[in-house]
């Protein structure tokens, strides 16, 4: 069983950073597809940014297309969520999931395996 684990999440004024880490535990994230989500409270979860088993295409939102960037540490089996300009709408649970299949998608019916969440809070 795949289990992911997220870090890195916290508190941050608007226009700051933080950098989320997806770890896996038994399991090499090389041949995997790797997506993060994100769910605010009485909104639907919602893809953030997705990265395919090759590493090298992604996809991302159009709320987050030149904010945040997703790349992947293969030696530290580690993909990572690197979120600058955070203002107050990013506020949420962000999740990172995977799946076998070598398309990455931003829809969380596309992902097999999530992680239990971390949460990030962006204050005016």
């Known amino acids: 069983q795949l289990q992911l684990v997220e870090s890195g999440g916290g508190l941050v004024q608007s226009g700051g950073s933080l950098r989320l880490s997806c770890t896996a535990s038994q399991f090499s994230l090389a041949h995997y597809a790797i997506g993060w989500f994100r769910q605010a409270p009485g909104k639907e979860r919602e893809g953030v940014s997705c990265?395919?088993?090759?590493?090298?295409?992604?996809i991302y939102a159009n709320s987050v297309r030149g904010r945040f960037t997703i790349f992947r540490d293969i030696a530290k089996n580690v993909v990572y969520l690197q979120m600058n300009s955070l203002n107050p709408e990013d506020t949420a649970v962000y999740y990172c999931?995977?799946?076998?299949?070598?398309?990455?998608?931003?829809?969380?019916?596309?992902?097999?395996?999530w992680g239990q969440g971390t949460q990030v809070t962006v204050s005016s």
């Open positions: 990265i395919n088993g090759n590493g090298e295409d992604t």
């Open positions: 999931a995977a799946t076998w299949r070598p398309i990455a998608t931003l829809s969380p019916l596309g992902y097999d395996h």
